[in-house]
């Protein structure tokens, strides 16, 4: 047992030192070579002793079962109820509380990061409804994103928008592109569709890279800062309305404070972020929902039970792409600013991670995923480098193991008795 | 138009084309076998380009003078090094996937071209990285004395000489020898061929590996022909590769061959005469609309959907 598991290790060792040797040991500086033993060997290592150890593992009872639990995962891990499983009510009411309350003990650091954190909330609910519920897989959904964000931005250029009526127009805007999008590759099939979908995403970010008359090419656009009736979270007003502390400060005795406009941005996205998780739910048990479903499990099924493929597809693309776009007009608000840096394949590639982790279909595993990776990459600071390297990790490992999502999904339907 | 202005960019686009071929070949091969993108196989010519660097460095380090030693060595060890690559893609992201939905290996293969990329930029550094131009010079057409005239340098003939040969060595194995008889049953029918005594896990392994090879040799070929590359090039050359495979009809050899000089000499004739800022625009688009349009590409046969 012992011997076999070391063979095995030697076995996997000599392709990995061939595979790590050139490219961690040589490393090139300009046209020379700087030559480091260590790191291939390290790396080696690692590797023979983590398969040394599962070799060693899986030969006892113990590993036998972990392994077998592994085994059983295709569709073990879906259940099958009449139940939908939500959060008790005071539990809902507990986390908005505390959601609600964050923003005033933390400084505009932090404030930052729970704003983008919210934001791709609402990215992670937008592509969940693509890719989780009617099982499109869409690498493109950035591009709804930036047209969110850009619709915001030249809104105000152009056409003199504000923020609130940004949010509608953004939302309508993306789900139009959505919409556009969506009637075209109706016929794809998985992959082909895929492929669409990032090849579009890839022509919107080099058109507002490339369009300089309108876009402001690379420099970007600047996005107004958000208001509340008149009211500016600015010192002095910029946008012909009132500085928020002249209104406040003779009623409730508020004084001017550099956060005051995050922490309004976060409040409103909050708001935002709860009514459209309430919108996610609502839709996936309406009948639109459980088709969306359907389709994801067998489209040709589907159709032949008189289930409009076209209309069930175009309403999962456009709707998800309207809550992307929502998330683009708030990028756009609490960044103030934006150019089309922040809007390629990895943000797609990160937005699917989120959903992928979160497991495909669920609404409180998107909004735990999409938390947890703004949050935890600001906490291990110091791993910032290896950051993408463990999210593809992650994505490879999640699909090995786990292919239907970390949680429990309980989905609705209806379980027939034995006699039946 | 000016035909000397139509002659530089037709090879122009041939030299382009030829390379997006090569890559193309990788994303055919695996599609054709088990129906999946390999959507790391951009990652894998990347790797390639830098493996390129690294031996070269190495090899006039040990102190190989002579340029032609040196490149046919690069050569050898980057197919060699790249194919285990694609071997360890294949092994580690994908056969485990065997078999789940449709959506995993492609979530997967995402996965891990990030990994690939950070792995490059984590090990090499973030910066560009360059060859050496090795070989210089070139030819004129007509020879001399003439204002215009047609550049031909001599990497361009090298590249040209040295994809037709691996194509054709390609053709070769895929038409004559067992393993490529074996390769065609495993494409044509998995189960079949598995119950006719075909070892189809060592086949798609071999298929990852051809495909990586020839991801490789385009790897050496644009180092040595544009001298600096970084870790993200493999992102919008897989892609353009993979519109390749598709304008030719995923599946099909000789249609990854067409599909790329096809896309070469568009996108050169494009930003030759229309557009330089929209070329990767105008490549994308062609995706896009032939897979609108016409799914199977210029050689493929239609996909039918059965149940």
């Known amino acids: 047992m012992f011997i076999t598991a070391l063979k095995e290790a030697i076995f996997i060792g000599i392709p990995a030192l061939l595979l790590f040797g050139p490219v961690t040991g040589l490393i090139l500086n300009g046209y020379e070579i700087i030559v480091d033993w260590q790191r291939p060997i390290l790396l080696t290592l690692v590797v023979m002793v983590g398969r040394f150890l599962v070799s060693l593992g899986s030969s006892t009872e113990k590993g036998k079962h972990i392994l077998e639990s592994f085994s059983r995962k295709r569709s073990a891990n879906v259940s099958v109820s009449t139940t939908q499983t939500t959060l008790p009510p005071l539990a809902i009411a507990g986390i908005l509380c505390v959601a609600a309350l964050l923003p005033f003990f933390l400084g505009n650091y932090w404030l930052n990061v729970l704003i983008l954190a919210l934001i791709y909330v609402l990215l ?36 003199g928008l504000g923020f609130w009526t940004a949010i509608p127009f953004g939302a309508g805007l993306a789900a139009c592109f959505g919409a556009v999008l969506g009637f075209p590759v109706l016929r794809m099939h998985g992959d082909y569709l895929a492929i669409v979908t990032l090849g579009f995403g890839e022509i919107i970010r080099l058109v507002l890279n490339n369009w300089m008359s309108f876009t402001g090419g690379p420099n970007g656009v600047s ?35 550099r956060s005051a406009r995050y922490i309004f941005v976060y409040l409103i996205l909050l708001i935002v972020v709860s009514l459209m998780v309430i919108f996610v739910v609502r839709l996936k048990n309406m009948p639109i929902g459980r088709a969306w479903e359907a389709l994801r499990e067998d489209e040709i099924a589907c159709r032949s039970l008189g289930i409009n493929h076209v209309t069930v597809k175009l309403s999962a693309f456009s709707m998800g792409a309207m809550v992307g776009g929502i998330g683009g007009v708030f990028f756009a608000a609490s960044q103030g600013f934006v150019n089309p840096t922040s809007f390629t394949f990895f943000e797609s590639a990160l937005i699917l991670a989120i959903v992928v982790l979160g497991g495909l279909g669920s609404t409180i595993g998107v ?38 999502g970390l949680l429990k999904i309980r989905r609705p339907a209806f379980k027939l008795g034995r006699s039946a | 138009m000016d035909p000397y202005i139509i002659g530089q960019q037709l090879v122009n686009g041939l030299i382009l084309g030829a390379i997006y071929g090569l890559i193309a070949i990788g994303y055919t091969m695996v599609y054709g076998i088990i129906g999946m993108i390999n959507f790391a196989h951009g990652e894998i010519y990347m790797i390639s380009a830098y493996l390129t660097a690294i031996f070269l460095a190495t090899l006039s380090m040990v102190g190989i003078d002579s340029v032609f030693f040196a490149l046919t060595l690069t050569l050898a060890l980057a197919i060699l090094f790249t194919g285990l690559y694609g071997w360890a893609v294949e092994r580690i992201a994908y056969r485990p996937l065997r078999g789940s939905t449709r959506l995993a290996p492609l979530i997967s293969a995402i996965g891990m071209s990030l990994v690939l990329q950070n792995y490059i930029r984590l090990s090499q550094g973030a910066r560009n990285q360059g060859v050496p131009a090795v070989m210089e010079g070139g030819f004129r057409i007509p020879p001399s004395g003439s204002e215009q005239f047609i550049q031909i340098t001599n990497i361009q003939l090298v590249i040209v000489v040295v994809a037709v040969l691996s194509m054709a060595a390609l053709t070769y194995i895929m038409q004559r020898t067992s393993l490529g ?36 040799v385009a790897g050496v070929l644009v180092s040595l022909n544009y001298g600096s590359f970084d870790f993200h090039v493999g992102f919008v050359t897989g892609i353009k590769a993979f519109t390749a495979a598709v304008l030719g009809g995923i599946g099909s050899l000789p249609g990854a061959m067409l599909g790329g000089v096809v896309l070469g000499l568009s996108e050169s004739f494009f930003s030759g005469f229309v557009n330089t800022d929209y070329k990767d625009v105008f490549a994308f688009s062609i995706l896009v609309l032939v897979l609108i349009f016409r799914p199977s590409g210029l050689l493929g046969t239609p996909e039918v959907e059965k149940v």
């Open chain 2, 181 to 216: 008889r074996s390769c065609r049953a495993t494409q044509q029918d998995i189960v079949m061929a598995q119950l006719l005594g075909v070892n189809t896990d060592r086949i798609i392994s071999i298929v990852f590996v051809i495909g990586a090879s020839m991801g490789a």
């Open chain 1, 223 to 257: 996005a107004p800062l958000p208001t509340f009736f008149g009211m500016e979270f600015t010192s002095r007003a910029k946008q012909g309305g009132v500085p928020y502390h002249e209104v406040l400060g003779p009623i409730i005795g508020i004084d001017y404070s």
């Open chain 1, 367 to 404: 909004i735990t995923a999409a938390v947890l990776l703004t949050i935890l990459p600001e906490l291990l600071r110091d791993f910032s480098d290896y950051r993408v390297l463990i999210f593809g990790l992650a994505m490879v490992m999640m699909m090995v193991w786990r292919p239907r």
């Open chain 1, 124 to 159: 992670g609910l937008g592509l969940n409804i693509v890719v989780g519920l009617a099982g499109l897989l869409d690498l493109g959904f950035v591009a709804f994103y930036a047209v969110g964000a850009y619709g915001f931005a030249l809104g105000h250029e152009y056409l």
